[in-house]
């Protein structure tokens, strides 16, 4: 193996989606904490941008389509060999959504949305798993969403992507602990980002009711938060941890009732 890059001192992440809001944001957050960071994205010029900026010393790009489990596989490797094989973080961040009523959408974005967010974290989790084993307290932080709290309409696939998340989340923070391994996620609200540019903004109806009162660099600082807390799941923001504690006592058709009057229908 050649020397690694990163120096033994530093502790390591690897991001998805890293060229972009809240995954650039956490990618600087870690970078200014001294942390090695390996940026993953489809964008080569991007990549190229945030690599100048963070410095050689502090990340790698890795150009990667995360539906694409061969280049996973091959981005996770090259991050192993500049690390000296550590993981200490896997960040599955990178995932994309399309706005709709369900029947307007076409097929392909229905698919797009499963490539991504869940093809793309199963992707990552097999390929990052030698590495993570191979790092003592290591952790996943998958990002969810908070559409995945209750299946949410003009969402209803993003939001079953989500919940999809979340269970891989729940399963392997059991399977996982045997390999010394934790696994959580974070379920934002609405996060203001490029992911939620028009038309998807006009498109969501709870956006107009419920705003967008989180930043990309809020979430990354839940992020960092999280390798502290090793919560399952990090709500955010107390509006939504009092949201999550409701839903437990909640009837399905209160419940049903209060997501049909959010989301307009
Ligand atoms: N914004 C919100 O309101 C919100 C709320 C809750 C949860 N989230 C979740 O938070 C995560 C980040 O969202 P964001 O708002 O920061 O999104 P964003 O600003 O749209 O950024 C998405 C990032 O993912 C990358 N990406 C997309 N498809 C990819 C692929 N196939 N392979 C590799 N990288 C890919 C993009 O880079 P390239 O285009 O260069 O590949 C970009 O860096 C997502 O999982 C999202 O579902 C967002």
Same mark, same amino acid.
């Given at each position: 193996?050649?020397?690694?890059l990163a120096s033994a001192a530093q502790k390591t992440i690897f991001i998805t989606g890293a060229t972009a809001g809240i995954g650039r944001a956490t990618a600087r957050l870690f970078a200014e904490k001294g ?18 900026? +963070? ?27 500049? @690390? ?22 076409? @097929? ?23 590495? +993570? ?6 952790h996943v932080i998958n990002m969810s969403s908070a559409s995945a709290m209750y299946g949410s309409p003009t969402l209803a696939t993003y939001s079953a992507s989500k919940f999809a998340v979340r269970a891989l989340?729940?399963? +392997? ?93």
């Open positions: 193996m050649n020397t690694p942390w090695y960071v390996g940026l993953a994205a489809r964008s080569a010029d991007k990549l190229e941008e945030l690599e100048n900026e +963070l410095g050689a010393a502090k990340c790698s790009g890795h150009v990667v389509d995360v539906t694409d489990a061969e280049q996973v596989n091959q981005a996770l490797q090259a991050f192993g060999e500049n @690390t000296g094989g550590r993981l200490d973080v896997l960040v599955n961040n990178a995932g994309v959504l399309h706005a709709g009523d369900f029947e307007d959408m076409p @097929t392909h974005q229905h698919h797009s949305i499963i490539d991504t967010n869940i093809k793309g974290v199963i992707h990552c989790m097999q390929s990052a798993f030698p590495l +993570l084993k191979n790092t003592p307290d290591s989340t729940e399963a +392997l923070n059991v399977e996982w602990a045997r390999h010394g391994i934790t696994v959580t996620d974070i379920m934002p609200p609405f996060v203001d980002t490029e992911m939620l540019d028009n038309p998807v903004r006009s498109r969501i109806k709870a956006i107009s009711l419920l705003g967008v009162q989180l930043s990309a660099e809020d979430v990354a600082q839940s992020v960092w938060n999280a390798i502290a807390s090793r919560q399952l799941h990090d709500r955010v923001t107390p509006s939504f941890r009092l949201l999550a504690l409701m839903q437990k006592h909640a009837p399905d058709s209160i419940q049903r009732r209060f997501v049909k009057f959010l989301s307009g229908y």
